[in-house]
């Protein structure tokens, strides 16, 4: 399974294009097989992340396209 680390930390000013802070609320995505999660919190995403876990992620196909075909 491809699997991508794409966790936005926005307030330290890494890697803005892969999450958003709206609010002061991070948030945390997972892309497993070029799918698109976003993830609840970091538990839900290092589960997603670590063992492609993704059941307690949310689905967004609208993003799929950021996620990448290999790594």
């Keep these: ?3 991508m680390l794409l966790f936005s930390l926005l307030a330290a000013g ?10 002061g609320t991070q948030t945390y995505n997972c892309c497993i097989n070029k799918q698109f999660y976003v993830c609840p919190d970091q538990d839900t995403f290092t589960e997603c992340f670590n063992n492609a876990n993704h059941k307690d992620c949310t689905r967004d196909p609208s993003k799929d396209v950021g996620c990448p075909v290999s790594y």
């Design 14 to 23: 890494s890697l803005p294009s892969c999450g958003n802070n709206i609010g």
């Design 1 to 3: 399974m491809k699997r």
